[in-house]
Protein backbone atom coordinates (compact mmCIF):
# COMPACT_ATOMS: atom_id res chain seq x y z
CA UNK A 1 0.00 0.00 0.00
CA UNK A 2 1.14 3.21 -0.67
CA UNK A 3 2.24 5.09 2.79
CA UNK A 4 3.08 8.41 1.79
CA UNK A 5 2.82 10.44 -1.44
CA UNK A 6 3.62 14.15 -2.47
CA UNK A 7 0.23 16.33 -4.12
CA UNK A 8 2.44 16.19 -7.12
CA UNK A 9 1.87 12.50 -7.48
CA UNK A 10 -1.79 12.54 -6.60
CA UNK A 11 -2.36 15.66 -9.01
CA UNK A 12 -0.96 13.91 -11.57
CA UNK A 13 -3.46 11.13 -11.07
CA UNK A 14 -6.03 13.63 -10.82
CA UNK A 15 -7.02 12.25 -7.17
CA UNK A 16 -6.86 13.99 -3.45
CA UNK A 17 -3.49 13.18 -1.53
CA UNK A 18 -5.92 11.25 1.21
CA UNK A 19 -7.38 9.72 -1.52
CA UNK A 20 -4.15 7.81 -2.91
CA UNK A 21 -2.64 6.85 0.50
CA UNK A 22 -3.69 3.22 0.69
CA UNK A 23 -4.26 2.52 -2.98
CA UNK A 24 -1.93 -0.67 -4.16
CA UNK A 25 0.79 0.62 -6.74
CA UNK A 26 -0.90 -1.74 -9.35
CA UNK A 27 -4.28 0.52 -8.65
CA UNK A 28 -2.68 3.13 -11.19
CA UNK A 29 0.01 1.27 -12.74
CA UNK A 30 -1.38 -0.74 -15.90
CA UNK A 31 2.08 -2.94 -16.55
CA UNK A 32 1.19 -4.38 -13.10
CA UNK A 33 -0.80 -6.85 -11.20
CA UNK A 34 -0.46 -8.25 -7.89
CA UNK A 35 1.72 -11.29 -9.50
CA UNK A 36 3.77 -9.17 -10.95
CA UNK A 37 4.30 -6.39 -8.08
CA UNK A 38 5.41 -9.32 -5.87
CA UNK A 39 7.93 -10.25 -8.26
CA UNK A 40 9.11 -6.69 -8.96
CA UNK A 41 9.34 -6.49 -4.64
CA UNK A 42 11.39 -9.70 -4.63
CA UNK A 43 13.31 -8.44 -7.03
CA UNK A 44 14.12 -4.81 -6.17
CA UNK A 45 15.13 -6.53 -2.55
CA UNK A 46 17.92 -8.33 -4.44
CA UNK A 47 18.41 -5.35 -6.55
CA UNK A 48 17.92 -2.90 -3.93
CA UNK A 49 17.42 -0.27 -7.32
CA UNK A 50 16.09 0.04 -10.34
CA UNK A 51 14.77 2.25 -13.00
CA UNK A 52 11.89 1.05 -15.28
CA UNK A 53 9.43 2.50 -17.28
CA UNK A 54 5.67 2.37 -17.29
CA UNK A 55 2.16 3.48 -17.67
CA UNK A 56 0.20 5.14 -14.89
CA UNK A 57 -4.01 5.71 -15.23
CA UNK A 58 -5.40 8.62 -13.96
CA UNK A 59 -9.21 8.53 -12.40
CA UNK A 60 -10.33 9.81 -15.95
CA UNK A 61 -9.04 6.49 -17.28
CA UNK A 62 -6.78 8.43 -19.53
CA UNK A 63 -2.84 7.43 -19.22
CA UNK A 64 0.53 9.09 -19.43
CA UNK A 65 3.82 7.27 -19.74
CA UNK A 66 6.37 7.55 -16.49
CA UNK A 67 9.80 6.45 -15.96
CA UNK A 68 10.06 5.37 -12.32
CA UNK A 69 13.32 5.35 -10.32
CA UNK A 70 12.83 2.60 -6.99
CA UNK A 71 15.05 1.96 -4.50
CA UNK A 72 14.43 -0.29 -1.68
CA UNK A 73 15.07 0.52 1.60
CA UNK A 74 14.80 -0.45 5.52
CA UNK A 75 13.04 1.90 7.97
CA UNK A 76 12.55 1.33 11.44
CA UNK A 77 12.95 -2.49 10.75
CA UNK A 78 10.62 -2.37 8.00
CA UNK A 79 11.27 -2.56 4.00
CA UNK A 80 9.93 0.18 1.69
CA UNK A 81 9.69 0.25 -1.77
CA UNK A 82 10.80 4.38 -2.39
CA UNK A 83 9.67 5.39 -5.82
CA UNK A 84 10.32 8.28 -7.83
CA UNK A 85 7.97 9.04 -10.99
CA UNK A 86 8.49 10.94 -14.10
CA UNK A 87 6.11 12.23 -16.59
CA UNK A 88 7.66 11.63 -19.56
CA UNK A 89 4.92 12.32 -22.16
CA UNK A 90 6.93 14.96 -24.11
CA UNK A 91 9.65 12.44 -24.01
CA UNK A 92 8.00 9.74 -25.97
CA UNK A 93 6.43 12.65 -28.11
CA UNK A 94 9.95 13.53 -29.00
CA UNK A 95 10.89 9.97 -29.62
CA UNK A 96 7.67 10.19 -32.10
CA UNK A 97 8.60 13.03 -34.13
CA UNK A 98 12.34 11.50 -34.44
CA UNK A 99 10.55 8.43 -35.96
CA UNK A 100 8.70 10.10 -38.26
CA UNK A 101 11.28 12.32 -39.63
CA UNK A 102 13.64 9.28 -39.90
CA UNK A 103 11.04 7.33 -41.76
CA UNK A 104 10.29 10.59 -44.38
CA UNK A 105 14.15 11.00 -44.61
CA UNK A 106 14.73 7.03 -45.78
CA UNK A 107 11.48 7.84 -47.62
CA UNK A 108 13.17 11.02 -49.61
CA UNK A 109 16.67 8.80 -49.61
CA UNK A 110 14.40 6.08 -51.69
CA UNK A 111 12.89 8.77 -54.14
CA UNK A 112 16.14 10.00 -54.37
CA UNK A 113 17.93 6.90 -55.51
CA UNK A 114 15.51 6.59 -57.66
CA UNK A 115 15.41 9.60 -59.31
CA UNK A 116 19.31 9.01 -59.96
CA UNK A 117 18.99 5.34 -61.28
CA UNK A 118 15.57 6.65 -63.62
CA UNK A 119 17.91 9.60 -65.00
CA UNK A 120 21.31 7.90 -65.45
CA UNK A 121 19.30 5.31 -67.52
CA UNK A 122 17.50 8.08 -68.98
CA UNK A 123 20.63 10.12 -70.24
CA UNK A 124 22.79 7.19 -70.51
CA UNK A 125 20.88 5.58 -73.92
CA UNK A 126 21.08 8.35 -76.09
CA UNK A 127 24.53 9.12 -74.81
CA UNK A 128 25.28 5.60 -76.07
CA UNK A 129 24.02 6.16 -79.17
CA UNK A 130 25.31 9.58 -79.86
CA UNK A 131 28.98 8.10 -79.62
CA UNK A 132 28.51 5.63 -81.59
CA UNK A 133 27.42 7.82 -84.32
CA UNK A 134 30.52 9.76 -83.19
CA UNK A 135 32.78 7.36 -84.33
CA UNK A 136 30.96 6.48 -87.41
CA UNK A 137 31.32 10.33 -88.09
CA UNK A 138 35.30 10.37 -87.31
CA UNK A 139 35.90 7.01 -90.00
CA UNK A 140 34.42 9.20 -92.63
CA UNK A 141 36.61 12.23 -91.62
CA UNK A 142 40.20 11.01 -92.94
CA UNK A 143 41.36 14.39 -94.40
CA UNK A 144 39.59 17.21 -92.46
CA UNK A 145 42.16 17.90 -89.68
CA UNK A 146 39.48 20.18 -87.83
CA UNK A 147 36.74 18.54 -88.01
CA UNK A 148 38.00 14.94 -86.34
CA UNK A 149 39.91 17.43 -83.98
CA UNK A 150 36.11 18.74 -83.24
CA UNK A 151 34.79 15.30 -83.06
CA UNK A 152 37.33 14.15 -80.83
CA UNK A 153 35.94 16.39 -78.76
CA UNK A 154 32.84 15.46 -78.79
CA UNK A 155 33.39 12.44 -78.39
CA UNK A 156 36.00 13.17 -74.94
CA UNK A 157 32.73 15.28 -73.67
CA UNK A 158 30.78 12.15 -74.49
CA UNK A 159 32.82 9.60 -72.02
CA UNK A 160 32.95 12.99 -69.95
CA UNK A 161 29.14 12.69 -69.34
CA UNK A 162 29.69 8.99 -69.28
CA UNK A 163 31.85 8.95 -66.06
CA UNK A 164 29.93 11.64 -64.47
CA UNK A 165 26.67 9.65 -64.49
CA UNK A 166 28.78 7.34 -63.01
CA UNK A 167 29.21 9.28 -60.61
CA UNK A 168 26.19 10.87 -60.24
CA UNK A 169 24.71 6.30 -59.54
CA UNK A 170 27.99 6.07 -56.71
CA UNK A 171 26.41 8.78 -54.91
CA UNK A 172 23.90 6.85 -53.64
CA UNK A 173 26.35 4.32 -51.81
CA UNK A 174 27.73 7.36 -49.29
CA UNK A 175 24.61 6.92 -47.07
CA UNK A 176 25.43 3.28 -46.88
CA UNK A 177 29.25 3.45 -46.13
CA UNK A 178 30.08 1.36 -49.69
CA UNK A 179 31.60 4.46 -51.09
CA UNK A 180 35.12 2.91 -52.14
CA UNK A 181 38.02 4.77 -54.16
CA UNK A 182 39.29 3.48 -57.45
CA UNK A 183 42.49 4.17 -58.47
CA UNK A 184 43.82 4.81 -62.09
CA UNK A 185 46.69 6.64 -64.10
CA UNK A 186 45.07 9.71 -65.45
CA UNK A 187 46.68 11.73 -68.74
CA UNK A 188 47.70 15.14 -68.10
CA UNK A 189 47.17 16.02 -71.74
CA UNK A 190 43.99 14.25 -72.07
CA UNK A 191 42.44 16.00 -68.85
CA UNK A 192 43.54 19.25 -69.76
CA UNK A 193 42.82 19.12 -73.36
CA UNK A 194 38.93 18.40 -72.60
CA UNK A 195 39.37 21.17 -69.49
CA UNK A 196 40.62 23.60 -72.32
CA UNK A 197 38.32 23.32 -75.45
CA UNK A 198 35.25 23.65 -73.09
CA UNK A 199 36.22 26.68 -71.27
CA UNK A 200 37.74 28.09 -74.94
CA UNK A 201 34.59 27.57 -76.34
CA UNK A 202 32.68 29.45 -73.76
CA UNK A 203 34.67 32.31 -73.65
CA UNK A 204 35.21 32.77 -77.13
CA UNK A 205 31.46 32.63 -76.65
CA UNK A 206 31.39 35.66 -74.25
CA UNK A 207 33.90 38.04 -76.11
CA UNK A 208 36.48 37.02 -74.12
CA UNK A 209 40.38 36.11 -75.16
CA UNK A 210 41.35 32.79 -72.76
CA UNK A 211 44.54 32.30 -71.91
CA UNK A 212 46.17 29.11 -70.73
CA UNK A 213 49.06 29.20 -68.27
CA UNK A 214 51.01 26.46 -66.92
CA UNK A 215 53.84 25.97 -64.68
CA UNK A 216 57.09 24.48 -66.83
CA UNK A 217 57.09 20.66 -67.31
CA UNK A 218 53.84 18.78 -66.05
CA UNK A 219 53.93 15.17 -65.91
CA UNK A 220 52.39 13.06 -68.89
CA UNK A 221 49.94 11.31 -66.28
CA UNK A 222 48.84 11.49 -62.23
CA UNK A 223 47.35 8.93 -60.36
CA UNK A 224 44.00 9.13 -59.47
CA UNK A 225 40.73 8.31 -58.87
CA UNK A 226 38.65 9.69 -62.18
CA UNK A 227 35.39 9.44 -61.17
CA UNK A 228 36.46 12.09 -57.81
CA UNK A 229 38.76 14.12 -60.14
CA UNK A 230 35.96 14.60 -62.41
CA UNK A 231 34.13 15.70 -58.98
CA UNK A 232 36.36 17.47 -58.02
CA UNK A 233 36.36 19.31 -61.80
CA UNK A 234 32.74 19.71 -62.00
CA UNK A 235 33.59 22.97 -59.55
CA UNK A 236 35.41 24.38 -62.28
CA UNK A 237 35.22 27.14 -64.60
CA UNK A 238 32.29 28.11 -63.45
CA UNK A 239 33.03 31.89 -63.93
CA UNK A 240 31.86 31.57 -67.29
CA UNK A 241 28.25 30.94 -66.57
CA UNK A 242 28.34 34.34 -64.52
CA UNK A 243 29.77 36.72 -67.12
CA UNK A 244 28.72 39.45 -65.19
CA UNK A 245 31.52 39.77 -63.53
CA UNK A 246 33.68 39.66 -65.95
CA UNK A 247 31.66 41.27 -68.73
CA UNK A 248 33.99 44.45 -68.78
CA UNK A 249 37.21 42.22 -69.11
CA UNK A 250 38.59 41.63 -72.39
CA UNK A 251 40.11 38.65 -71.38
CA UNK A 252 40.26 35.98 -68.31
CA UNK A 253 43.67 33.90 -67.37
CA UNK A 254 43.33 31.02 -65.85
CA UNK A 255 45.95 29.15 -64.18
CA UNK A 256 47.04 25.35 -63.85
CA UNK A 257 48.68 24.27 -60.86
CA UNK A 258 49.93 20.63 -59.93
CA UNK A 259 50.18 20.11 -56.15
CA UNK A 260 51.45 17.49 -54.43
CA UNK A 261 51.30 15.76 -50.76
Known amino acids: QIQYANRSAAQSLQLE ?5 GKQVFDFDTSLNQTTWD ?3 TELEVRGHMVVESEHRRADGSTFPVEVSINHVTFAGSPFNCAVVRDISERHQSA ?10 RRT ?4 DQFIANLSHEI ?8 GFVDLIDQRLET ?7 VELVRRNGHHLDRMLTALLQMR ?4 GQDEVAIERVSMDEMLALEIAIAHRNATDAGLEFVVIAPGALPTSFLADQTRLL ?12 QSSIRNSRFHKIWAYLLTN
Not at 124 to 131: D, H, K, M, N, V
Not at 145 to 150: G, I, Q
Request: hydrophobic share 45%.
Open 17 to 21: LPDLL
Open 39 to 41: ALW
Open 96 to 105: RKLELALDEA
Open 109 to 112: KQAR
Open 124 to 131: RSPLTAIL
Open 144 to 150: DEEARTW
Open 173 to 176: NVDS
Open 231 to 242: QAKSCRFRWLSS
